[in-house]
């Protein structure tokens, strides 16, 4: 649904993250390791969190 | 504890920092890094009220999100195990709900950051609640744990034991960490953490300097790193007295 706040393995906050990683990487064309690696997003748990999510709150919102 | 205890910064940000620590056993060292994981209290958001909540998200979601939003702690003896501090957002959609967006009762306990998206409200959807904030540890719950990725590895001395045999291919020697050189401290991503770039046609001999440890820390915003590591070693110095106090006879 919403991208979860703390990284499941170790606990670092990638939320505050997501927004600008969604514009740069999944709705523009750069590439996902080089905006990882400029936001700060280091280690490869807090990585994945941010690779791998989905938004799903249009998804779900026309059935309320 | 032995004499030459010493303490060294390596590298040092606002939220991340790497340190030498000198003449600790590898027990003290531990219990150093776990009391920084589980034993140092934090801020967090426990209970929720929902005035309204018309988002996609259960309250019970959000609630969770909450909590794990990281706040600013207050110094020692500012707050007791059972006090609360009264935090409460009123967001209208089309909007995104931010952790920005808490409006706290205490200026001492505040949103470390201020961009962590909460919920994304729609067209006609509202987001009105108030959270009671504790302070708690994070063996009871991850959001109270004020260090984040806590490590250590033993600081390495490199010794040149030689030139490689002419012919010999070189191979890549990869370590990870600090390695000290001459009573100088290196970090090895200085030298794409491979000693043969550091030396090149050199035989190297690797080992650990006993007693010595290179701390890795993160916190989570919740308080500097000085003041993470300085709580964690009074958690561990209170424990003792207590114990010391309980088999008193």
Redesign the interface.
Do not use: C, F, T
């Given at each position: 649904m919403m991208v979860p706040v703390r990284c499941f393995t170790c606990g670092n906050v990638v939320a505050e993250h997501w927004e600008e990683f969604d514009e740069r990487a999944n709705e523009g064309d750069e590439d996902p390791e080089k905006v990882l690696d400029e936001l700060g997003v280091d280690r490869y748990c807090c990585r994945r969190m941010l690779v791998s999510h989905k938004d799903l709150v249009d998804v779900v919102s026309p059935y309320q | 504890m032995s004499a030459e205890y010493d303490v060294e910064f390596v590298e040092r940000e606002d939220r991340e920092a790497r340190f030498l620590v000198r003449g600790v056993t590898p027990g003290f060292a531990n219990g150093i890094r776990r009391a920084m994981v589980a034993d140092v209290p934090t801020m967090a958001i426990d209970t929720v009220r929902f005035v309204e909540n018309?988002s996609?998200?259960f309250d019970e979601?959000l609630a969770l999100?909450l909590g794990?939003?990281?706040l600013t702690t207050p110094p020692v003896g500012e707050f007791g195990e059972d006090e609360t501090v009264t935090l409460s957002i009123d967001v209208e959609g089309p909007a995104t709900a931010y952790s920005g967006d808490l409006v706290s009762s205490d200026d001492l306990v505040e949103p470390a950051?201020?961009?962590?998206?909460?919920?994304?409200l729609?067209d006609g959807?509202r987001l009105e609640a108030e959270a009671d904030a504790v302070i708690d540890r994070g063996k009871d719950h991850?959001k109270h744990?004020g260090g984040?990725?806590v490590g250590y590895r033993h600081l390495q001395r490199v010794e040149v034991e030689g030139d490689l045999p002419e012919f010999e291919d070189e191979e890549s020697r990869i370590i990870r960490g600090v390695i000290e050189d001459d009573g100088e401290l290196v970090s090895t991503s200085e030298f794409d953490h491979d000693l043969s770039n550091r030396y090149p046609g050199k035989e190297v001999r690797i080992e650990d300097v006993p007693n010595a440890f290179v701390f890795h820390v993160?916190t989570?915003?919740s308080f500097p790193i000085e003041e993470l590591v300085t709580r964690a070693a009074d958690t561990i110095a209170e424990r003792a007295t207590e114990l010391e106090d309980a088999v008193q006879l």
């Open positions: - | 018309s996609v998200m979601q999100r794990l939003v990281p950051d201020e961009n962590v998206p909460i919920i994304e729609k959807q991850a744990q984040v990725a993160e989570d915003g």
